[in-house]
């Protein structure tokens, strides 16, 4: 009988004490394929990764059927090879042992010099790109917009590139009024509220700030600001507010927990995503999917998230930013349901899928 095939995932970011948007796609698309049904003859398994210095945190790792762990030494000589038939890097840790690889690119933020603290670091995840390229059997990418991105910016066989959507969390839902009402008790949030997530630079936060303050929004709702700002990141935000007379309304609460966040996302009038680029824009499809009206940009891959089902501004006019907010708030109930029948096809299930299909067709031309 033939034994099946050890696809293995690096998976050390799911060890970080908060998990980021990459270790989020990490957890859900291991917990995915290893519940994944197939076909006998196409059965196979799964060991996800930790780097060696992690490995004491592996409680952290995901759990599920046809999922093993194992650590990782690097780099060190010689290497052993692994037993498994490929590799899926997900992140930017990739062990340096000679098997197919196959990696996912979320962004081109580097390429684009966005987001980048420092010239160094965005060097690094510029050659960090260009080995990709160079040593990848196939490249994963989260959207168009970023494959489109990367053969422009990085170069490369467009063959060696697919699509695959990330999916949507079942926990992303519409909630009753009781989970909604006992997060807003629990976050000290009294009035209606619009909702912002993110302390990064793309996310154009000041311009929100300014389009709440130009659209009087005040008068109706809070603004509630989310995200790891730091002390000086949330002073600046504190005198913009100032500046602007919405002191009173700017509503900064910190790092929410995802317990907390799905009824958060179910019980904003409106889900406000104006980002100047992202490589997919998953919260779109997460507000969608909780009965959320959104408004996001024109830039990047967010009309491709949000595929018609949210009200979309130029990100850099203040004035297209308030009116975009005005009319998600009065997003008419039809639009709603159907953004929330859209995102739920959005599903980890059609991801693990997609990612699956791709390391067989990489496993046919290498075995």
């Known amino acids: ?16 004490e908060r998990s980021t948007g990459i270790g989020r796609y990490t957890r859900q698309l291991i917990e995915a394929l290893s519940v994944l049904d197939v076909p006998s003859e196409q059965e196979f398994n799964l060991l996800q990764m930790c780097k060696r210095s992690r490995w004491p945190l592996r409680e952290r790792l995901a759990h599920g059927p046809r999922l093993s762990s194992a650590c990782w030494w690097g780099p060190v000589w010689p290497l052993p090879r692994p037993d498994c038939a490929l590799m899926h890097v997900p992140d930017e840790r990739q062990p340096p042992w000679r098997v197919p690889v196959v990696a996912t690119v979320h962004d081109l933020y580097a390429a684009l010099d966005i987001n980048q603290p420092s010239e160094k670091k965005r060097l690094h995840k510029l050659r960090h790109y260009e080995h990709l390229r160079d040593t990848c059997a196939r490249l994963i990418c989260v959207s168009e917009n970023t494959r489109q991105d990367f053969l422009h910016f990085v170069g490369g066989d467009p063959a060696r590139f697919t699509v695959v959507y990330p999916g949507v969390s079942p926990l992303f839902r519409p909630h009753d009024p009781d989970q909604i009402d006992a997060v807003r008790l629990r976050l000290n949030l ?37 995200g790891q700002h730091t002390p000086e990141a949330q002073a600046a935000l504190a005198a913009h507010a100032a500046s602007l007379g919405v002191s009173a309304h700017v509503l900064a609460i910190g790092f929410v927990s995802d317990a907390d966040l799905p009824a958060l996302y179910a019980g904003a009038a409106a889900y406000l995503f104006p980002s100047l680029y992202e490589g997919y824009g998953l919260p779109v499809l997460e507000a969608m999917a909780s009965g959320t009206p959104v408004l996001t940009s024109d830039r990047g891959s967010c009309p491709e998230a949000a595929a018609g089902h949210a009200v979309i501004a130029n990100p850099e006019d203040v004035d297209a930013l308030a009116a975009g907010i005005a009319a998600a708030v009065s997003m008419p109930q039809a639009q709603r349901t159907a953004a929330l029948a859209y995102a739920r096809t959005r599903t980890w299930e059609a991801t693990a899928r997609g990612t699956l299909a791709v390391w067989r067709e990489v496993l046919a031309e290498h075995g």
Do not use: H, S, W
């Not at 033939?2 to 293995?8: G, L, Q």
């Not at 936060?205 to 709440?212: K, P, S, T």
């Open 190 to 226: 009294e009035r209606p509220y619009l909702l912002f997530i993110g302390a990064t630079p793309n996310k154009n936060l000041e311009r929100v700030v300014q389009a709440f303050a130009a659209g009087r929004f005040g008068q109706d709702f809070a603004l509630v600001v989310c």
């Open 1 to 16: 009988m033939t034994r099946p095939p050890v696809f293995a995932i690096e998976a050390t970011n799911l060890t970080d």
